[in-house]
């Protein structure tokens, strides 16, 4: 009452700016830098962002770098190393975006290591904001990347010929319209609990209090040739606005698109809720749609804001994510889940 007070006193002083500049400078400073990513890469890929961060380096740099790593891993769901899609080929998916709007993303591309840098150049050297298939590829080329083997990783290798065993029962017909699409896309439930995923988003604020974020993936494993999913596309996989927070999401895609999830995550910050409630409430959207069916699928949203606090939401136990804001300090986080 006392600070209302003295607030409309200074207010009808003019002065109201100023009080307003004393209030806020009272409240608790922004964490920052921090960088925030999906899965249990994610602690990988938090240290070479942080690298940049904690040098002063744009939140940009930080979250193109970090996925990187994970894109560079060959015993990983991401990047080349990753499970094929049903005709035996890997077909990757990625997005970036920055604390001034601008974003970019490729899709569907084939045979190139590093999708997030071509993402990065898509935002930056071409009007566009997503290139797809054979155009992204030769873009990618045009700009230096190289064309990598057509080839399976060993573990990738395996793993189509074993879903080929599989592919012979008769819903591999018209797959599209039958229900065990769902059920061969779905991320599976490992044996020591934690989900079989494809996917690294990063969001991360810079030390000068900038938000940028990244998505990579390669799909769903044995995906419908031409498939697309949330990662490359901006809103879904990835949102940031830089001055309410950033958010990005993983699991099954065709949920997240549903709802614009990020978007979603986004636009609830910007209403008021935590990064943490604002993932919860877009998971509780994706369960009302699905109804019986949500228990079936897994979708996980992570976020931070402009205060430099962080949350993280998901369907089921067993998505988790790496947060870092100091030397010493890069650790997991269980995702709480609702079902
Ligand atoms: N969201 C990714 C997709 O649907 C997959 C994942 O996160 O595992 O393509």
């Not at 439930?189 to 990579?216: K, P, Q, Y």
């Amino acid at each position: 009452m006392l600070h209302r007070r003295r607030f409309l006193q200074l207010g009808s002083l003019g002065l109201s700016s100023f009080s307003f500049k004393g209030f806020a400078a009272s409240s608790p400073a922004a964490r920052k830098p921090i960088v925030i990513s999906t899965w249990k890469d994610g602690i990988n890929a938090n240290k070479l962002a942080w690298e940049i961060l904690r040098k002063g380096g744009t939140a940009l740099d930080a979250v193109e770098k970090g996925v990187m790593n994970t894109e560079d891993s060959l015993n990983c769901c991401v990047g080349l190393g990753a499970n094929p899609d049903r005709d035996g080929r890997v077909t990757l998916d990625a997005s970036i975006m920055d604390a001034n709007g601008n974003c970019g993303s490729v899709a569907f591309l084939e045979r190139i290591k590093h999708p997030i840098s071509v993402a990065r150049r898509v935002m930056e050297k071409t009007p566009h904001v997503m290139l797809v298939g054979e155009g992204a590829q030769r873009f990618a080329v045009q700009q230096g990347f190289r064309l990598e083997p057509a080839k399976l990783s060993r573990d990738a290798e395996k793993s189509y010929r074993n879903w080929l065993k599989k592919s012979e029962y008769k819903p591999v017909v018209n797959i599209e319209n039958s229900k065990s699409t769902a059920m061969l896309a779905a991320p599976t439930r490992l044996e020591n609990g934690s989900w079989n995923h494809d996917t690294i988003g990063m969001v991360a604020m810079d030390a000068a209090g900038n938000l940028s974020g990244s998505c990579t993936t390669s799909g769903m494993a044995f995906k419908m040739r031409g498939r697309v999913g949330d990662s490359p596309i901006i809103g879904a996989g990835l949102f940031v606005d830089n001055e309410i927070g950033a958010a990005t999401a993983t699991g099954q895609g065709e949920d997240v698109i549903r709802i614009c999830g990020s978007h979603l995550v986004v636009e609830l910050m910007r209403q008021g809720l935590s990064p943490e409630n604002a993932c919860k409430t877009a998971v509780e959207r994706i369960i009302k749609i699905k109804g019986s069916k949500a228990k079936d699928i897994q979708v996980g949203f992570i976020a931070i804001n402009k205060q430099g606090e962080y949350g993280g939401y998901c369907i089921q136990q067993g998505f988790d994510f790496a947060v870092c804001y100091a030397d010493d300090k890069n650790f997991m986080v269980e995702g709480k889940y609702l079902l």
